[in-house]
Structures are given as structure tokens and as C-alpha cells.
């Protein structure tokens, strides 16, 4: 099942500097994206989400875009801090269904 | 802050045998769910429940899969006769009704080892 995927395995960043990270999905009915992050030995947390009719979405530091017409998705993270060292997972899921299709991860690492 | 919570953390268990994963859902929340993760692959889907129902399942959750409320804050899923292959991170989600893009809130999950 390769609906969602998230290209990059990890990603290295200087704290401070903006984190980045992609998604790109295939289905054209996903309706609602959201974004985990996953420490080892825990359960995803929800950190933002955003629906098909909207191309962005901003909670504090954390900022998630949409492009429809290329079905890419990205999260945005400024400043980065070593706390938001993690794995990062998007998930996706259409109108007319609860469940969450999920990507494969990026494993974002924070460094001072 | 309220959250999902799961027992237990860590469940070593013979293949033939049955399990039960408990999960207490968020308390205000009135969907359920249950996915797992497979050492090194993605997070998948396995069911969702609504209303004492079983709303959807995935093709994972065969006759040997079956999910209860026994009353009105457990949640629990239950594997008859496992198979080594079952051995994955099994992870409890909820969500509100109103939340208004999905929003599904997991819980620590449970190591199942099959052994």
C-alpha cells in the first residue's frame, strides 16, 4: 500500500533553522492529512492537521502546507528544537472513512 | 491532559494462544480504533468501532480478530489463536465526534511477541 510516502527516512537539522519535512500521497479522495510524531516506546501524537480545501495550517511552531494539484503535503517546523527530534509520520484519510493511511516516516534529529 | 492509555506494555505469549490488548479510551471521545505496526513497516489500520459496532475493518482483521466495550471505559481487542506474524506494536486510537478533520489520538501502544 503505497498511498502515502514520505521519501526521505531522516533528516538532519541545526537547532534554530527550519525543519522540513514531505509527504506525497497518490489518492485523490484523501480529504484530511495529518501530522504524528513518534518517540521510541510511545504511541503517535497528534501534533496538526488540515482538510483538502485549505493549503495551510498553522499551530505555533508548526505549520503544515497542501498542495492538492501535486499531491504533496509538507511540515514546517521554526524554530527547531532538540525536543522535536522524532520520528515524524503523515497519514491521510478520505471523506468517507476513519481510516488512517499512514507513511512510512522521517526521522527528524535536532542537533545544537 | 487526558489520553489514551493500554495494557499491559509488553505481552510474550505462545502461537495458539489468545490475547486480549486492553485499551481505555480518551473518556469524552466515541470512536475507536485499533492499528498495529510491524517491526520496520508503516503503521496500519486493523478497525474501527462506533456505537458498539464495528464501522470498518481491514482485511488484517480476520474471524480470528474481534474487538469488545465490555462496559464504558474498556476497550479491547482480541486475537484467538496468534500467529508468530502477529507479533507487532498494537496501538489504541480514539477520537472525538466532532473533530473535524480525523483527528485520532493514540495510545503507548502494546508489544505483542508471539512466540
Known amino acids: 500500500d503505497q498511498q502515502v510516502k514520505q521519501n526521505s527516512p531522516s533528516l538532519s537539522v541545526q537547532e534554530g533553522r527550519i525543519s522540513i519535512l514531505n509527504c506525497d500521497y497518490t489518492?485523490?479522495?484523501?480529504?484530511?492529512f495529518l501530522w504524528y510524531k513518534k518517540y521510541p516506546a510511545e504511541g503517535p501524537t497528534f501534533l496538526i492537521s488540515?482538510?483538502?480545501?485549505?493549503d495551510k495550517n498553522e499551530d505555533g511552531r508548526f505549520t503544515v502546507f497542501l498542495n492538492k494539484s501535486a499531491k504533496h503535503l509538507s511540515l514546517h517546523i521554526v524554530p527547531s528544537q532538540p525536543g522535536d527530534s522524532a520520528v515524524y509520520f503523515c497519514?491521510?484519510?478520505?471523506?468517507?472513512?476513519?481510516?488512517?493511511?499512514f507513511g512510512t516516516g522521517t526521522r527528524l534529529q535536532v542537533f545544537p | 491532559e487526558p489520553e489514551v492509555t493500554q495494557t499491559p506494555s509488553h505481552q510474550v505469549t505462545q502461537m495458539g494462544q489468545e490475547v486480549i490488548l486492553r485499551c481505555v479510551p480518551i473518556?469524552?471521545?466515541?470512536?475507536f480504533y485499533w492499528y498495529r505496526q510491524i517491526l520496520g513497516q508503516k503503521v496500519e489500520f486493523l478497525v474501527s468501532?462506533?456505537?458498539?459496532?464495528?464501522?470498518?475493518k481491514s482485511e488484517i482483521f480476520d474471524d480470528q480478530f474481534s474487538v469488545e466495550r465490555p462496559d464504558g471505559s474498556n476497550f479491547t481487542l482480541k486475537i484467538r489463536s496468534t500467529k508468530l506474524e502477529d507479533s507487532a506494536m498494537y496501538f489504541c486510537?480514539?477520537?472525538?465526534?466532532?473533530?473535524?478533520?480525523?483527528?485520532?489520538?493514540f495510545g503507548p501502544g502494546t508489544r505483542l511477541t508471539v512466540l
Open positions: 488540515i482538510s483538502s480545501i485549505k
Open positions: 473518556s469524552n471521545h466515541l470512536y
Open positions: 468501532f462506533y456505537n458498539n459496532e464495528i464501522s470498518e
Open positions: 489518492n485523490s479522495m484523501f480529504d484530511y
Open positions: 497519514a491521510a484519510s478520505a471523506y468517507n472513512t476513519d481510516k488512517l493511511i
Open positions: 486510537a480514539s477520537r472525538r465526534s466532532d473533530s473535524p478533520y480525523n483527528e485520532q489520538f
